[in-house]
């Protein structure tokens, strides 16, 4: 129950942050839509963010992970078109890094200043929020910047590389991205 609670939370910061960094490089379109908000409900893929990450939490070999609804964003409004489309791409695994930051944080003003137990033997409620919010943000940063589509890194590289890399990037991995990703989870690849 932590691990999916710190998982919505990120999840919603995650989602939030695109939606805000949307609509101050011109681009209003989730901010109309009521997504510049923290409020869980707006961001939830009823798949993504409550069937999947149930599921394993029944099935408990299977790392926790999810998505939420993904941002809208209209780029035409962008004031310039590539910046706000790398700078937006961004926000959102930057927003899992602070989190991960203040997590942790509070954990080492947790442990020292009111004597939480640092003895994993001797599991406390608020060493575990703690410590799973560092895990699962960091986690969920790095693996938002992969470069697959519908990745935030898929988005880095389309718009954050000179034409004459991106153009052949997304010939490629517009059709198969997704598959390449899917491919990965599979095999187990990404949780090693």
């Known amino acids: 129950f932590i691990g999916f609670t710190v998982l919505l939370f990120s999840l919603t910061v995650h989602e939030a942050a695109h939606a805000w960094s949307a609509w101050k490089l011109g681009d209003p379109t989730a901010r109309d839509l009521g997504r510049v ?50 700078l937006v791409a961004l926000a959102g695994p930057s927003s899992n890094l602070l989190l991960a930051v203040l997590f942790t944080g509070g954990l080492f003003v947790g442990l020292r200043f009111f004597g939480l137990p640092p003895d994993p033997r001797e599991p406390h409620l608020v060493v575990t929020l703690l410590t799973i919010g560092i895990q699962m943000n960091v986690v969920l940063a790095l693996f938002n910047l992969l470069p697959l589509p519908p990745l935030d890194g898929s988005w880095l590289v389309s718009w954050g590389l000179p034409r004459s890399i991106s153009a052949p990037y997304d010939r490629i991995m517009e059709p198969y991205g997704q598959w390449i990703l899917l491919f990965l989870f599979v095999t187990s690849i990404l949780s090693r």
Do not use: C, E, M
Request: net charge positive; charged share 10%; glycine share 8%.
């Open 37 to 86: 908000s923290l409020n869980p409900v707006v961001h939830i893929d009823p798949i993504g963010t409550l069937l999947i990450p149930l599921l394993q939490l029944l099935y408990s070999g299977i790392p926790l992970l999810g998505w939420a609804k993904p941002t809208p964003v209209a780029a035409q409004n962008f004031r310039r078109l590539a910046r706000g489309h790398v």
